[in-house]
Nanobody, 121 residues
């Protein structure tokens, strides 16, 4: 069982930056690949980024490539999402998720409760 708690969301102006954190419980954090997703009101959940177990491999959704960066610290049991050059269309609830598998289209077993990011124009 893995419990995930996101933090770091808030209100920011377009062009600004935020860093989201996701703290995981348990001793097996490094056994999980981690992902970030987001969901805006009235829209489907969207994949944002994923990172492999040790952090050596990452991939991103097309809408955030070049602007967002995912990273992890396995000593701190935490995964991060750096959001730069934010746009109003980045406004959403951001969720982190954990899976024992890594790759596009996989299912994630554990989810956090989400953190709101609002970008004003």
């Amino acid at each position: 069982q893995v419990q995930l708690v996101e933090s770091g969301g808030g209100l920011v102006q377009a062009g600004g930056s935020l860093r989201l954190s996701c703290a995981a419980s348990g001793r097996t954090f490094s056994s999980y690949a981690m992902g970030w997703f987001r969901q805006a009101p009235g829209k489907e959940r969207e994949f944002v980024a994923a990172i492999s177990w040790g952090g050596g491999s990452t991939f991103y959704g097309d809408s955030v490539k070049g602007r967002f960066t995912i990273s992890r610290d396995n000593f701190k049991n935490t995964v991060y999402l750096q959001l730069n050059s934010l746009k109003p269309e980045d406004t959403a609830v951001y969720y982190c998720a954990a899976s024992p598998h890594y790759g596009p289209g996989i299912a994630y077993d554990y989810w956090g409760q989400g953190t709101q990011v609002t970008v004003s124009s």
